[in-house]
């Protein structure tokens, strides 16, 4: 009698025309995920990796996560649909696309940025010729050295009070990472807020061959905020691979470590709670 009294009810609900289950709601907020993908397979690796884990938070914690490799997308008009752009690898390199981004932030957008995202080397194939973006968004100015290989490190949360790292606990071992040294000194710029930065105890960090690509000293920050903006860049996302035996196989997952996890989700769902959600009647 139950089911004769569903199938009934369920018949006159189609009759009517309206719908037997509520529609899913609508996203807390939007991401779109910007990458390149090309050539370094430590960060194709790590983008697949990234495009699949996001998906699945943003089902568990309810926003919408999109990913494009088409950086043509980074325009105003494209950007309207979301509240939070993502970097995953490299960064935008025509002057329509970067102005489009720094209007995007000026006006309330938030933005998180992975490793290679940070990175400006002249000469190079990303070579420092984006001043507002390097030196004064990012603060960290042009790429100076790095470790290697990938390994994890103990890193040293220096504000506890932040959204981004109030579930953490003082220290924490880190997913395997090539680290970088900036050329400009974050702590002298009184617009960036260290969030986490590599702590005295992971020396000697790096396994070489080469000597100084082995830290043994010195001060790294490697999560910070900008108190202009709404962002976060995170040197994460270098994933350690096999190159030498020829397999290309990936040896460690940047989204393994469920304390980093916690750390780079409170960092996105408080960028999409802060930012400013746009609808229609708004535009």
Request: charged letters at 20%.
């Amino acid at each position: 009698m139950r089911f004769l009294k569903l199938l009934f009810i369920c018949t006159i609900f189609c009759c009517l025309g309206l719908p037997i289950f509520s529609q899913q709601r609508s996203p807390k907020f939007r991401v779109i995920a910007f990458y390149t993908g090309r050539e370094d397979l430590a960060h194709i690796s790590f983008l697949h990796e990234a495009n699949n884990w996001f998906p699945k938070m943003g089902a568990k914690y309810g926003f919408q996560y999109d990913s494009t490799n088409d950086w043509k997308n980074l325009n105003s008009k494209f950007l309207y649909a979301y509240q939070v752009v993502i970097f995953l690898d490299t960064r935008p390199d025509s002057p329509a696309q970067r102005e489009a981004f720094r209007e995007f932030m000026d006006h309330g957008g938030a933005w998180m940025g992975f490793h290679f995202s940070g990175f400006a080397l002249t000469p190079s194939a990303f070579p420092q010729n984006w001043d507002w973006y390097h030196n004064q968004f990012l603060g960290a100015g042009q790429y100076k050295s790095n470790t290697w290989r990938p390994t994890s490190a103990i890193l040293r949360v220096e504000d506890p009070k932040h959204p981004s790292t109030r579930h953490l606990p003082p220290t924490f071992k880190s997913a395997p990472s090539e680290w970088y040294r900036w050329e400009n000194n974050l702590r002298n710029n009184p617009d960036i807020k260290v969030l986490l930065s590599i702590d005295s105890s992971s020396f000697p960090l790096g396994t070489g061959p080469k000597p100084y690509e082995i830290w043994h000293s010195g001060d790294y920050p490697v999560v910070w905020t900008n108190i202009h903006y709404r962002m976060v860049y995170m040197n994460m996302g270098h994933n350690d691979m096999d190159y030498e035996h020829s397999t290309n196989k990936t040896l460690s997952h940047t989204f393994d470590n469920e304390i980093q996890n916690r750390m780079i989700l409170d960092a996105l769902l408080w960028l999409g709670k802060s930012g400013k959600l746009k609808t229609e009647a708004s535009h």
